[in-house]
């Protein structure tokens, strides 16, 4: 934390809290005040308690230490985690910028981030062979963990659907009941349902129809509330190609509430993506 202090202080004083209410129960005023003035560094242990106290998060408080920004590594990992994967010009800015970060600090979240990047870009030339060789040393590298964790889990659950349908299955319920560990944790429940509809794909793809359908209406039920409208829309498009394959008559009446949800949006090439998956898996291509 060294350095740090100005930003404490200045946190605590817009916050009307004195020095010892909040060292009291942490450490002494005496410790505290060095903390503030640079003078001495803070124990891990103490800085998040310090934190806690004045209710402001870890993540909170390095961006406002970081004059109200992120830093670089945690601006390209939240771009990647936002990116359009089938937008092969925002892939190739991305892949820049992890190139240039990877001049200054050989950072292995950002080296797979670069790998990712460059998969996705083979997918849009129809190369899906060349994408797998290229994704195959982060599996290789998360495969060999005991636990992962939330980054980890998110970076996993962007390239899924390139590992063959059995692993994919299993790896994502395995990653399920990993995420029931983290009851209360922030955006884990989005992380649970994107997981859930990108699971549905694959037993879409193992012609899994019905299972595929329960996992849909369920996260539908427990998700709704918090998907936000693509999601909500890929949920409806899903269950329409579900539907198709169950001989339900209400196959198209969803697929074009996902169209009136996208429409109300404006997102018309996102609905162009999801009616090409649904023509796609309801065809006798893939039939």
């Not at 001495?40 to 308690?49: A, G, L, N, S």
């Not at 949006?265 to 998956?277: G, V």
């Amino acid at each position: 934390m060294v350095n740090r202090g100005t930003t404490l202080k200045g946190i605590r004083k817009n916050k009307n809290y004195t020095q010892i209410e909040v060292s009291k129960g942490i450490t002494s005023q005496g410790t505290y005040s060095k903390y503030e003035a640079n003078i001495r560094d803070v124990d891990t242990e103490v800085y998040i308690q310090l934190l806690d106290k004045l209710s402001i998060s870890l993540e909170e408080f390095e961006y406002i230490h970081n004059n109200y920004s992120y830093g670089r590594k945690k601006e390209i990992i939240q771009l990647f985690f936002k990116l359009n994967y089938n937008n092969p010009d925002k892939l190739r800015n991305l892949e820049k910028q992890a190139s240039n970060y990877l001049l200054l600090d050989n950072d292995i979240d950002i080296k797979e981030i670069k790998l990712i990047c460059q998969a996705f870009l083979k997918l849009s030339e129809g190369n899906i062979n060349q994408a797998k060789e290229i994704i195959k040393p982060i599996w290789e590298r998360l495969s060999k963990f005991d636990q992962l964790y939330i980054h980890d889990i998110g970076l996993i659950n962007t390239i899924l659907f390139l590992f063959p349908v059995n692993i994919a299955i299993d790896f994502t319920n395995n990653v399920l009941k990993r995420l029931d560990t983290y009851t209360g944790y922030r955006e884990v429940e989005l992380l649970k349902s994107a997981f859930n509809i990108n699971l549905t794909l694959l037993l879409i793809k193992n012609r899994d129809f019905a299972t595929a359908l329960s996992i849909l209406e369920k996260s539908l039920q427990k998700y709704r509330q918090i998907m936000n409208y693509s999601i909500l829309a890929l949920h409806f498009s899903r269950k329409a190609i579900c539907l198709f394959h169950l001989e339900n008559k209400d196959s198209q009446f969803l697929l074009k509430q996902a169209e009136q949800l996208l429409s109300l949006y404006e997102d018309e090439q996102y609905y162009k993506q999801i009616k090409s998956e649904y023509e796609y898996y309801t065809s006798s291509q893939f039939l």
